[in-house]
T-cell receptor
Framework: DTGVSQNPRHKITKRGQNVTFRCDPISEHNRLYWYRQTLGQGPEFLTYFQNEAQLEKSRLLSDRFSAERPKGSFSTLEIQRTEQGDSAMYLC???????????????FGDGTRLSIL | AQTVTQSQPEMSVQEAETVTLSCTYDTSESNYYLFWYKQPPSRQMILVIRQEAYKQQNATENRFSVNFQKAAKSFSLKISDSQLGDTAMYFCAFMNLTKGTSYGKLTFGQGTILTVHP
């Protein structure tokens, strides 16, 4: 079990630029979640995938945000035309959901910290 | 929609003593999990303990135990024999298990910073 891996760990970019983050979940986990965490606050849900299907998106996820999980393995989160308010830690988590519906706990990655200049 | 409230922004405790962190939640669902996660400074979020709502017995994991009061919608975390390594931000989290728009995702509280002093 190598854990959830996120890259890069830190990203500094100028306002208006596009950024893309990558998440590699634990290999057998079929669910993958993205959360956003601002300083001193709890994480807020953005979106999640079951295998390759994106099942839910939060209203926090504006049109500038897009997430993909091709082939149900790694996932990418892209932010276009970044704004100051996008500065945050972006966390990825994965879990295993049995066909019977039992949800196993989510395992988190170290996160990608985004700073917008 | 669910809400999770942690009313203690910061707590401190002496090493080897016991501390209790508070959490309340609001939901109309009947089938859910509650969690406590620990986030050390600049480190990854780690699951501390989990409680299934249908279980009356309080969960325990070594030095960590919960007091789950379903009717009061309260879910506190007790840390016994506190250690320096327990210093972290602690988050209470809710997961709805009833099929619907919030199924399976975590709703977090604002967090409590716990400092363990030597």
């Amino acid at each position: 079990d190598t854990g959830v891996s996120q890259n890069p760990r830190h990203k500094i970019t100028k306002r208006g630029q596009n950024v893309t983050f990558r998440c590699d979940p634990i290999s057998e986990h079929n669910r993958l979640y993205w959360y956003r965490q601002t300083l001193g606050q709890g994480p807020e849900f953005l979106t999640y995938f079951q295998n390759e299907a994106q099942l839910e998106k939060s209203r926090l996820l504006s049109d500038r945000f897009s997430a993909e999980r091709p082939k149900g393995s790694f996932s990418t989160l892209e932010i276009q035309r970044t704004e100051q308010g996008d500065s945050a830690m972006y966390l990825c988590a994965s879990s295993l959901t049995w066909t019977g519906g039992s949800n196993q706990p989510q395992h988190f990655g170290d996160g990608t910290r985004l700073s917008i200049l | 929609a669910q809400t999770v409230t942690q009313s203690q922004p910061e707590m401190s405790v002496q090493e080897a003593e016991t501390v209790t962190l508070s959490c309340t939640y609001d939901t109309s669902e009947s089938n859910y999990y509650l969690f406590w996660y620990k986030q050390p400074p600049s480190r990854q979020m780690i699951l501390v303990i989990r409680q299934e709502a249908y279980k009356q017995q309080n969960a325990t994991e070594n030095r960590f135990s919960v007091n789950f009061q379903k009717a009061a919608k309260s879910f506190s975390l007790k840390i016994s024999d506190s250690q320096l390594g327990d210093t972290a931000m602690y988050f209470c989290a809710f997961m709805n298990l009833t099929k619907g728009t919030s199924y399976g995702k975590l709703t977090f509280g604002q967090g409590t910073i716990l400092t363990v002093h030597p």
